[in-house]
């Protein structure tokens, strides 16, 4: 019996395939992203806070997380804390990425999980399930998805 040779491009052209359909797939997933964030300062000045989305909705944000983060930080931190606060799902099952372009998202979540967190890469805080849990509990409308196929750092 003779099997039919196995083309060596066979493997790369299922590859591109797969990572095609999940781009796709992830663009849709994440089509609620911000447009573009904004400083708590600038959101407690509002009588509705909210935060422009890539899909042409408005994301509300609860005046009492804005409230208690600004009980957590001082008043340059404030101006510098960029809203909603940006959780990179991965394919990694342990845990997630909080981005932080600055030192008040670093700062920020430490104080809501209640221990001193560091970035293991600049910009990029890893948590764990119970710290990601807490974060989202106490942060729900000032804390957002954001769904990746990375699987490690």
Do not use: W
Not at 19 to 33: D, Q
Not at 44 to 60: H, K
């Amino acid at each position: 019996m003779h099997l039919p040779e196995l083309r060596d491009d066979t493997q790369p052209q299922y590859e591109r395939f797969i990572n095609a359909y999940l781009s796709s797939e992830l663009r849709l997933v994440n089509s609620g992203l911000p447009q573009r964030r904004r400083s708590l300062s600038e959101l407690l000045n509002e009588a509705q806070p909210q935060i422009p989305c890539t899909d042409g909705s408005q994301q509300m944000v609860k005046r009492s997380e804005l409230e208690y983060l600004s009980s957590l930080l001082d008043a340059p931190d404030r101006e510098s804390l960029m809203l909603p606060i940006l959780i990179e799902m991965t394919g990694d099952q342990s845990g997630a990425i909080v981005l932080c372009p600055g030192s008040a998202e670093q700062k920020t979540v430490s104080s809501v999980v209640g221990m001193h967190l560091v970035c293991e890469r600049p910009g990029r805080l890893r948590i764990y399930k119970p710290q990601l849990a807490l974060l989202r509990r106490k942060l729900k409308t000032t804390t957002q998805y954001i769904f990746s196929t990375r699987t490690s750092d």
